[in-house]
């Protein structure tokens, strides 16, 4: 549940730069995979306005990196997320959180979202906004926007019929039911639940499958997969994609891995 507390500001460096404010989020790249991390876990984690330019930075940055692949996303502590802080709902702060789950939706590498504990307020869309969600037994979650008076916002609520289906949504987000894990499963909210002593090992496993895809193929497919989900498909850029996919070395090198029997080696062109 969303908690109400003054903000931390970030601070400004004698040459100007904008530096992260204590326990905001970080972003680590090794090679193919990201890690963006939530880092603060004696507020369980619960989003506020200097998190949001910090998370729509660090998506800026694996946007900008041809070699991130797959975007992975954890957070410290027993809870994921408890949303964003009630206190900056109004205004263009509650947009500027729109606008930065709308960007990880939008983000050039398959996503992943690691959820150890409670998915709570906001953090449900951020975690609906990721291509998988795994989860574990632990795992729980609501939404309580109709509880507080919130109207939820557009993209948010598509996101919600497209994962979750309009039954459910309606369910979710107009009585603000608590689930647990089996039933975040049985509605589609979590691809997986997994032990919780294995939910890091399971994210490693299947950020190296993601990885191991070429890569013309595996973000081509998500971004239109996403439009189509939305109703947002542009034909005319799918047909493009797909026929530089098919014009592609890495359509060959896969071919030619298959036929060996041996692990492609794609470079992505």
């Not at 294995?198 to 193929?217: E, H, K, N, Q």
Request: with cysteine.
């Amino acid at each position: 549940m969303p908690t109400s507390r003054a903000p931390s500001a970030p601070q400004t460096s004698p040459e100007g730069r904008r530096t992260p404010a204590p326990g905001s989020p970080e972003l680590r790249i090794d090679g193919a995979v990201a890690t963006l991390s939530l880092r603060r876990p004696q507020q369980a984690n619960r989003l506020e306005p200097a998190d949001l330019l910090a998370i729509g930075e660090h998506l800026a940055r694996v946007n900008a990196t041809p070699e991130v692949l797959v975007l992975r996303i954890e957070a410290a502590g027993k809870t994921f997320c408890a949303g964003y802080d009630i206190g900056s709902l109004a205004g263009t702060r509650a947009a500027s959180f729109e606008q930065m789950v709308d960007a990880l939706e939008d983000a050039r590498p398959v996503t992943m979202v690691l959820l150890q504990g409670g998915v709570f307020g906001g953090a449900t869309d951020l975690a609906l906004a990721c291509d998988f969600r795994l989860g574990t037994p632990a795992t729980e979650m609501f939404m309580p926007a109709a509880r507080l008076g919130l109207h939820f916002y557009r993209r948010g609520l598509e996101r919600y019929v497209s994962r979750l289906g309009i039954d459910q949504a309606k369910r979710l987000l107009l009585t603000a039911e608590r689930i647990d894990a089996a039933e975040m499963r049985a509605i589609g909210f979590l691809t997986q639940i997994v032990a919780a002593d294995d939910l890091p090992s399971a994210g490693d496993r299947l950020a190296t499958t993601l990885s191991g895809m070429a890569p013309l193929a595996l973000l081509g497919m998500k971004k239109h997969l996403n439009r189509i989900a939305r109703g947002a498909l542009d034909a005319d850029e799918l047909a493009r994609d797909i026929e530089r996919a098919a014009a592609s070395r890495d359509l060959q090198e896969g071919r030619a891995a298959w036929q060996h029997k041996r692990a492609p080696h794609f470079a992505g062109e």
